[in-house]
């Protein structure tokens, strides 16, 4: 599906949520610059703007308990690479907003020259074709371990703290992601902040194909409930313990 369909389909459900009063203005990057003017949202409840506020503290908490294990794993991953420790991709965010997502360095060429400085912005918008076991790119073990065990998740708490993204929601996806996977359906997911846990990542994660991924981030946004964050939560440091269905 083409760039400009997916455009329209978003434009479409956010009209027909909220009337003329709100408005899209896209840009020559499509969904990856999306700019959004906008009346706040009704549907959003009292108590999910609560939630809102106790993310954001408890991912400046959680911050400032796992700074030591960044800073150590950034010094690590930037001498086995020597590299910038830290990566911003390019994702889609909520609403359309382009959101520069951190993550720690886990995959790197010996043969390419690295960044110089601590973070490398990479605007490529086309994401992973897919992951697998045995990717060629994670050529350490200590990187592969983050990413087991969603070490190199944790600077997204930053995220979180800013208000660009959240503890729970479907996570941030690529234009190319959203183009060839989501369709139609774009603009649902959309709607919510994107999280640093979802749906999904606690049904069976790189396991899972992007139809069941699809399936699974529509189902959190239309059915989210207290009940339904509450199981996330609940399940969500089990799997980062176990390292299950993760690479």
Request: with cysteine; aromatic share 8%; hydrophobic share 45%.
């Amino acid at each position: 599906m083409s760039c400009s369909l997916v455009s329209q389909c978003f434009y479409k459900f956010l009209h027909d949520r909220a009337g003329s009063r709100r408005y899209i203005r896209y840009e020559a990057s499509c969904l990856a610059s999306i700019s959004i003017a906008r009346t706040p949202v009704v549907e959003d409840s009292l108590s999910w703007r609560a939630i809102g506020v106790c993310e954001r503290g408890a991912a400046l908490v959680l911050l400032a308990a796992t700074a030591p294990a960044i800073a150590g794993a950034a010094a690590t991953i930037a001498l086995l690479s020597r590299r910038a420790p830290f990566i911003a991709h390019r994702r889609v965010g909520h609403m359309g907003a382009t959101l520069w997502m951190l993550k720690l360095r886990t995959m790197w060429s010996e043969e390419s020259p690295g960044e110089p400085g601590w973070i490398e912005y990479i605007a490529d918008d086309r994401g992973p074709a897919a992951k697998s076991a045995g990717d060629a790119r994670v050529t350490s073990r200590f990187a592969a371990f983050c990413r087991r065990h969603s070490i190199d998740e944790l600077p997204q708490l930053w995220h979180v703290f800013r208000g660009e993204m959240a503890l729970v929601g479907p996570r941030p996806l690529t234009a190319r992601e959203i183009s060839e996977h989501y369709a139609e359906h774009a603009g649902e997911v959309l709607s919510v902040k994107p999280g640093i846990a979802g749906l999904w990542q606690t049904s069976g994660r790189n396991r899972l194909t992007y139809a069941e991924r699809r399936t699974l981030d529509l189902t959190f946004v239309r059915r989210r409930s207290l009940r339904m964050y509450s199981r996330i939560v609940a399940r969500v440091l089990p799997e980062i313990w176990s390292g299950a269905n993760t690479w």
